[in-house]
């Protein structure tokens, strides 16, 4: 199957964008994970997808870390035909997927690859847009900050670091997210940051806005848009 999904990238286009989505749930074989595709696209709802959209303006060499399925790959190598999208992840079995649903939709822009954060990530020279959707949780603080500074050194000057993860706050909607993380992982251990402790992490030369999404379900979900200085920025200083 090769599904066609070249679309045009008009962000504002509600029912091609839902076309798209629905285009990547259906090349996925096994009915389970299309049915975790479409709830992953609920939990990151459109709004979300137009601020992730937002920060990746303009940026072409993509770097995601933690690219599970390859949902969010997928998609932005299909609406930006022109982007370079890099994914890694950990989980063999979520690669050969990522890969699979990549190769159906005729996708010759994006390629997954199987590494782990907590160690030596082989990454390319420099990127644009460096990615991470709710891995930074799944790791403990000393890696976090191994993993924000290996990347965040391959990060050409202008460059953004993306990350979406959920807050500490309130406490019932971080439990509520511990619990189905919990469910997912079979695993205990989170550790989830707040504000202060990404500020802290990432070089404090990097500019750093901050997007709380308002949303239905009980997420604390926080975008963290981190830029890196460029010669316009060094000049200024
Ligand atoms: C909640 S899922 C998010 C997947 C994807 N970013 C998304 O938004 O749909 C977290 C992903 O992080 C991956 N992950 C966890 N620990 C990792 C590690 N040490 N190195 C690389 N990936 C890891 C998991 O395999 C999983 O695919």
């Given at each position: 199957m090769n599904a066609s999904v070249k679309r045009s990238a008009d962000p504002i286009d509600h029912e091609d964008q839902?076309?798209?989505l629905t285009d990547i749930i259906h090349v996925y074989d096994r009915v389970i994970v299309r049915a975790y595709c479409v709830v992953r696209f609920v939990i990151i709802n459109i709004n979300m997808l137009h601020i992730l959209t937002l920060c990746m303006r303009g940026k072409r060499r993509i770097l995601e870390v933690g690219s599970g399925f390859g949902l969010f790959g997928c998609y932005f190598a299909s609406r930006w035909p022109d982007i370079v999208y890099h994914g890694i992840d950990v989980d063999a079995g979520r690669v050969k997927m990522?890969?699979?649903a990549a190769q159906r939709l005729g996708?010759?822009?994006?390629?997954?690859?199987?590494g782990d954060a907590t160690g030596a990530l082989e990454l390319e020279d420099q990127y644009d847009a460096?990615?991470?959707m709710d891995l930074l949780?799944?790791?403990p603080d000393p890696a976090k900050r191994k993993l924000l500074d290996a990347t965040t050194a391959r990060l050409r000057p202008g460059g953004h670091l993306i990350i979406k993860d959920v807050t500490r706050k309130p406490a019932w909607k971080m439990a509520f997210t511990w619990l189905?993380?919990?469910l997912m992982t079979r695993g205990f251990d989170m550790w989830y940051w707040d504000r202060r402790q990404f500020r802290e992490a990432v070089d404090p030369s990097f500019a750093l806005e901050t997007y709380p999404i308002s949303d239905w379900l009980p997420y604390p979900h926080v975008v963290y848009l981190f830029s890196k200085p460029d010669a316009a920025d060094e000049r200024r200083s």
């Open positions: 839902r076309a798209t990522a890969q699979a996708l010759s822009n994006a390629r997954f690859v199987c460096v990615v991470m949780h799944h790791l189905l993380d919990v």
